[in-house]
């Protein structure tokens, strides 16, 4: 059983879950759960096979909570939940429940969306490049949002679905982001002239501008430029016989500085889009709702000193790791974030020995993370300093593993994805979410 609460004097009932289809959403703290969670391995026989996997702990309590500083922080902007940064079906859920729309990359994606019951008027199809087959699947669907930033996409919008509310993606600079989204999509403010006169002359309803600053991005003023763009777009917009009404300032939201980079959003709307002027503005946040939500839980399957290289003094390198640590969860799994989203992962030991113990107490060394499959690419992390004691059967932690993790794992080497588990912290937050899942319209 879990650890009883102070502040959750309510029926344990609904612990069982309020999907049939879902696994049940457990009340407590993640770090609880997680304890919970390897206790109960740690009871199953020397090797179960399910009691030695890695697994995630989903806060939705965390989720929450950034929907509650999103709008204290952006009153004015509506988020559509960009899916495909973690495509979870509580999170898409909770979110639907909370009011958000979602931003969806794919027919799949959108399909996911409606299937739990979300109305298509609350979806952007937010890729400027779209197969011919997606956009007649839209069209049918009547999702009518989408976004482009070229002139053959108006082509093939204007021939399948031409009555489609059309978005015009522009380029903005991102050079401060960790992930630079303008390399592939983004119309350059010089060549919005020529796409929105080809949109005229083709009969389509353009509604506005969309951007995004790239992913990861940890410098709000590219924010401020970007929306000054965007503005300079409206105008030509207007001289070519557009009223824009709609306004999309993308992903790219940090948690890090969220209150600084907000600030700067709500100064750039309104110097250039105040709020009577009537424009609707929406976002396309991922990895601000997700991204410190989920932590993993890993097992250590194996482990090998490494021989001490002679460094050119001719003493052992002090300096090298000296254990390789071999955990059941890699960067062809949960860790791809490593290769695809440029992250740095930070293991902590979850137990040592076998117990839940403090560090302090324990002679540490530097070492390195493995994962399962048989390339030397699968490297989580190459110098890390953890408890020298770690055994076979340990477990190690990561936080911040939400964005851009289980969404493109795979199952190179045969190794199954990790599954997740899910909680909804304590309190005022374990209530939210609760009720916001109970009265979630289409869950029965
Ligand atoms: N919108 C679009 C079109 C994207 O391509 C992405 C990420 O790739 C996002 C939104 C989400 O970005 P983030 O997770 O940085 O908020």
């Known amino acids: 059983t879990l650890p009883a609460t102070k502040d959750d004097d309510e029926d344990l009932e609904d612990v069982d879950g309020f999907f049939a289809d879902l696994p049940p959403v457990l009340r407590g703290e993640p770090q609880d759960i997680v304890q919970h969670l390897i206790r109960e391995r740690q009871k199953a026989s020397d090797g179960d096979v399910d009691a030695e996997k890695a697994f995630f702990v989903a806060d939705l309590g965390s989720v929450w909570l950034q929907h509650m500083k999103w709008t204290r922080c952006l009153p004015r902007v509506q988020p559509f939940y960009a899916i495909k940064c973690n495509p979870d079906p509580y999170v898409l859920r909770l979110l639907a429940s909370l009011g958000a729309g979602f931003d969806c990359a794919s027919y799949g994606e959108i399909s996911r969306v409606l299937s739990i019951g979300v109305e298509p008027s609350r979806i952007i199809f937010a890729n400027p490049c779209k197969p011919v087959s997606f956009i007649r699947n839209a069209s049918q669907l009547g999702v009518d949002m989408m976004t482009f930033d070229n002139v053959d996409e108006l082509h093939k919008i204007a021939r399948i679905h031409p009555t489609a509310q059309l978005v015009l993606r522009i380029l903005t600079d991102d050079s401060k982001s960790v992930c630079r989204l303008g390399l592939k999509f983004g119309a350059t403010l010089a060549s919005v002239p020529l796409l929105l006169s080809t949109a005229k002359s083709l009969h389509l309803n353009v509604i506005g501008i969309s951007f995004h600053v790239g992913s990861g991005c940890y410098d709000p003023h590219a924010f401020m430029d970007a929306i000054e763009r965007a503005h300079v777009a409206f105008n030509i917009g207007r001289d070519i016989g557009y009223r824009f009404n709609f306004l999309d300032i993308g992903g790219g939201f940090e948690t890090k500085n969220f209150e600084e980079t907000a600030a700067v959003v709500e100064r750039a709307l309104n110097e250039y889009f105040p709020v009577e002027e009537g424009v609707r503005v929406i976002s396309e946040p991922g990895r601000f709702y997700v991204a410190g939500a989920f932590s ?8 090998r000193p490494v021989m001490a290289k002679p460094s050119t003094n001719g003493n052992a390198d002090e300096d090298e790791p000296s254990i390789m640590y071999y955990i059941n969860d890699g960067v062809y799994g949960s860790f791809n974030c ?36 048989c390339d030397s690419i699968d490297c989580v992390n190459s110098r890390v300093v953890l408890p020298s004691g770690l055994k076979i059967g340990d477990w190690i932690g990561f936080g911040d593993m939400g964005a851009y993790t289980i969404c493109a794992a795979s199952q190179f080497n045969g190794f199954q994805e990790s599954a997740v588990h899910y909680c909804s912290g304590t309190g005022e937050r374990s209530r939210a979410v609760r009720k916001a899942l109970k009265e979630y319209p289409l869950s029965k």
């Open 296 to 303: 993993l839980a890993a097992n250590i399957i194996a482990r």
């Open 338 to 373: 490593i290769l695809f989203d440029h992250q740095v992962v930070h293991p902590y030991a979850l137990t040592i020995d076998h117990e839940f113990q403090q560090y302090e107490n324990h002679a540490v060394a530097l070492c390195s993370v493995w994962g399962p499959t």
